[in-house]
């Protein structure tokens, strides 16, 4: 297989190239009434440089948009975020947990089959030596009758197991949805900032320009074009910086989603501000219906009550019913035997053995119930803070751009008023950085509205149901 490996390679690379060759000498006597219209023509080298690009493409990438708005990653971190995949799975492997626990409730049979050949010795015919071939099979059924709670309560713990396991399953969608939508924001908060910074770099660059005018024509002075080259110069650090910031923030939307980075690639901002309707004790029942992570406690003291009783089991009888059949051909006539009965299996003592998985469990029980305590009294804490703080930043953001567009005028009044020389250098930069700060700070009120709502309704519980369906 090896030897022959470079030569079937070749093999598939020359039929390649023929059909290529082929499909473009036949576009072209297309070509002239589809030029004519606009369509642009097949050619060798497109195809050829096609081929290798589809190759190496993965399933993932070939499924994915090539523009991507929030809902779409969303889906796309469904199908690809491998840390879903991983709880899917884990949910699954429950499913035949529970599956499982049924084969005590069907007939255990199981078969023997034996062939063996033995020599033997005949006195009779003066020592002469012999083989004798023996075979026997055999059938044996058990089926369990009764077992006073054991079989039937280590089947409901797997079933509430497998309900934990959902429920795990729908808490890692629901914490990776609300990554994704965090790292979308951010990409995009971080997009807007790029563009604040750059503006403000150009803003000190022509002020920087004007004062070193001034200062040639001896109208100005040289301190008001050291402070505004100073200015320009940290105005372009602060914007080196975010263009990082915004690369590193792609990045991190990448991964979330489970894509690999691409330039071909181009997110689209599909985030609305609008304000949150819904009152805060219908979002606390929501909450504890609907929180994943409620569920899965809940599913946990369930699954522990049954274990408690499914190891009290332990001091109560089994009642089986048994059926065994054997034949073997080393004898004449045949040799065949019968067995049918019930057995009880009663036990005595197997060093405290059931006692102590009676108090393990009833322990488990116990850290299980407080851990849904807990478990529930942060997330209707949670809930809470989350209803007040969306209240607040939703009124913050929109003080803020109020705030914005009068430091916007203030800034462009200074640096008209300096123009004209009505104006000094000091009062441009104050309020020119007035502005960048009031832009700044509404920008990060806007977003941050934005994250402070997915942690809502992540922990309602509701993110694919809010941001998908």
């Known amino acids: 297989m090896i030897s022959k490996s470079p030569k079937y390679a070749i093999f598939s690379l020359l039929c390649i190239i023929v059909i290529v060759v082929c499909f473009s000498y036949n576009s072209y006597a297309l070509n002239g009434h ?47 975020y491998p840390g879903i995949l991983l709880s899917k799975y884990d949910y699954i492997s429950s499913i035949y947990a529970k599956n499982q626990s049924l084969h005590l409730y069907y007939p255990q049979i199981s078969g023997t089959a034996v062939f063996s050949k033995n020599s033997a010795m005949s006195n009779s015919v003066g020592g002469m030596n012999y083989s004798v071939n023996n075979y026997s099979g055999s059938i044996n059924a058990t089926y369990m009758l009764y077992s006073f709670g054991s079989r039937y309560y280590g089947y409901l713990g797997s079933v509430y197991q497998m309900k934990r396991a959902n429920a795990g399953y729908n808490l890692s969608i629901n914490k990776n949805l609300y990554s994704v939508v965090i790292n979308f924001a951010t990409y995009f908060a971080d997009i807007e900032l ?101 569920k899965e406690s809940i599913y946990a003291v369930k699954s522990s009550r049954a274990a408690i009783d499914e190891a009290a089991s332990g001091y109560f009888p089994e009642l089986s019913a048994d059926f065994s059949y054997t034949g073997q051909n080393s004898s004449f006539p045949l040799n065949r035997n019968y067995s049918v009965g019930v057995s009880v299996s009663i036990p005595i003592f197997n060093g405290f053995l059931t006692q102590n998985k ?19 009294d942060n997330l209707v804490y949670s809930i809470s803070i989350d209803y007040y703080a969306i209240l607040n930043q939703y009124l913050t953001a929109k003080m803020l751009k109020s705030s914005e567009d009068a430091a916007m005028l203030a800034y462009k009044l200074a640096l008209k008023s300096y123009k004209i020389g009505i104006g000094s250098m000091l009062e441009l930069t104050i309020a020119n950085t007035r502005y960048i700060s009031a832009e700044t700070n509404y920008i990060n009120a806007k977003f941050t509205y934005f994250y402070q709502k997915a942690k809502l309704y992540s922990d309602l519980g509701l993110m694919r149901e809010h941001y998908i369906k």
Request: no cysteine; glycine share 4%.
């Open 34 to 80: 589809k030029q004519a219209r606009g369509y642009k023509p097949a050619t060798t080298k497109n195809i050829l440089l096609f081929i290798p690009s589809y190759i190496g493409k993965s399933s993932i990438d070939r499924d994915a948009p090539h523009t991507i708005g929030l809902t779409a990653a969303l889906k796309l971190s469904l199908k690809h």
């Open 194 to 294: 790029m563009k604040a910074d750059r503006e403000n770099m150009k803003s000190y660059e022509m002020q920087y320009k004007a004062a070193f005018e001034f200062y040639k024509i001896g109208t100005g002075n040289l301190l008001d074009a050291e402070t505004a080259k100073a200015n320009m110069e940290n105005a372009k650090a602060v914007y080196t910086n975010s263009i990082y910031n915004l690369r590193i923030a792609r990045l991190a939307l990448f991964n979330s989603i489970g894509l690999s980075p691409s330039k071909k690639y181009r997110f689209v901002n599909t985030l609305k501000f609008k304000p949150l309707v819904q009152k805060l004790d219908s979002l606390i029942k929501t909450a504890v219906k609907l929180n994943p992570e409620l």
């Open 358 to 376: 009676i108090e393990y469990s009833k322990a488990m029980l116990n850290s299980n119930i407080w851990s849904r305590r807990l478990i529930r």
